[in-house]
């Protein structure tokens, strides 16, 4: 991961914007960001006013290869650019703290479902107002993970848990696509004897298995680098299986036999999937050997429940 | 009901492969977004046209709420592909590095006609053209 980052802001009318971020994506790391000039609008959603000026921005790490990027981007702006009208290009360095501690700032407790608490681990439960005692208390630190709790499939996917979990210990569970570990906290707090949480992102791993130990669980939850082939290929199976990752990934899975992991009897929770592919992540689900029989829908977000029919 | 704008912001990103790092840190973290919910839903809704450079044009309201929506590929992207072309000539008046056909330019213009500000598709063909011509690649009949 890089530490710094160096940012390259130019200033441009907004009929050469299209061809200054072009330039930029050949420089840039994943992609450009383009935004009116001064940051700021201030004004309501039906009354905005033209835009004069915009500036192109893009961001490449600040290593070793820094200096002659940022010469090169230089020397293209000064050829292609011509006669167009743009500022000098301005850099700054740019700590990768200072955006990501600008999230965290946004990030408050909050209730999921009936008893589940995600808390944030710099905030100390012990001062929040409404705490029961039967809370599900899940402290977390989602740092560049994936699973902050507060998108509607991750919320729909913790109720699934509770309703599934409750008053049946000893389950035995996977969460495929892991991510910040919130799903695999919340499956082993609520009576699960053995998590396997896996993710192809070893970062996820690594936030996964310090999650787990900052909430008591670290015992239950198995975090560690992989996908649904490790699980095919080792014959594992589940009694209820999280995967909470997108349409597309679940769709593709159950071509790979998704439906093996779960054991018959048991139960697959599937999110990251939006209202109108529905149909196709369940036909999906059908030609893998689960049938589904819940569907939890929030906003545009559904939750998908399919159970494996006993042998 | 409208509401009071905080920024709106464009993102170019490559589709399905948003993450928290730059660009996206920065340019939403700094605005109080939930970048993890806006990188989940673009990926979501662009994992079908991975390869692509899809453009998502963010509106940030002062309660700290936002919606997107995805736009068309930018132009010289779109080029870029039509000409089979890594990238557009430094000296585009002296050197051509590739040529798109005008039934290409049909094709683009049709895919940019709602983001370009053309009346029709004619007009809209003469800005692609116009952009072609700037990045060093002829177009031809």
Known sequence: ?311 | MAKKLKAIVTLQLPAGKASPAPPVGPALAQHGINLMNFVKEYNAKTASRIGEIIPAEITIFTDGSFKFRLKSPPTAFLIRRAAGVDKGSSTPNRDKVGKISRAQVKEIAEIKREDLNAVDVEGAMLQIAGTARSMGIEVVD
């Not at chain 1, 699934?160 to 696509?177: N, S, Y």
């Not at chain 1, 999280?242 to 779960?262: D, F, H, P, R």
């Open chain 1, 1 to 311: 991961m890089n530490s710094q980052w160096i940012e390259v802001a130019i200033e441009v009318k907004p009929e050469d914007a299209d061809a200054v971020s072009d330039l930029l994506q050949q420089y840039g790391h994943q992609g450009v960001v383009i935004e009116r000039a001064g940051h700021f609008i201030e004004t309501w959603e039906d009354e905005i006013p033209p835009v004069d000026k915009l500036e192109v921005r893009a961001y490449f790490p600040a290593d070793a290869s820094a200096p002659d990027k940022r010469q090169q981007v230089n020397d293209a702006l000064k050829y292609m650019l011509g006669g167009r009208q743009v500022s000098e290009p301005k850099f700054r360095v740019l700590d990768e703290q200072d955006w990501a501690e600008a999230w965290k700032a946004h990030y408050f407790p909050f209730r999921v479902g009936r008893r589940t608490y995600i808390c944030p681990q710099w905030i100390d439960p012990n001062t929040l107002p409404d705490r029961r005692a039967d809370d599900v208390l899940i402290t977390l630190d989602p740092g560049m993970a994936f699973g902050t709790g507060t998108h509607p499939s991750t919320q729909l996917c913790l109720v699934a848990i509770e309703d599934l979990l409750e008053g049946r210990p000893g389950l035995q569970v996977v969460d495929l696509g892991c991510g910040s570990g919130i799903l695999s906290i919340a499956a082993a707090k609520q009576g699960a004897v053995y998590v396997l949480g896996l993710d192809t992102d070893e970062m996820s791993v690594d936030v996964t298995l310090e999650n787990a130990v900052v909430n008591g669980v670290g015992e239950l939850i198995h975090a560690q680098h992989g996908s649904l082939a490790s699980l095919l290929h080792a014959a594992r199976r589940f009694d209820v299986a999280l995967v909470n990752i997108l349409s597309k990934v679940i769709i593709e899975m159950c071509g790979q036999g998704l439906g093996q992991i779960v054991r018959p009897g048991g139960v697959g929770v599937f999110g990251g999937i939006i209202m109108d592919q529905v149909g196709e992540v369940e036909e999906a689900l059908r030609q893998t050997g689960l049938e589904p029989y819940l569907r939890r829908p929030s906003g545009e977000w559904v939750v998908i429940e399919a159970r494996r029919p006993v042998d």
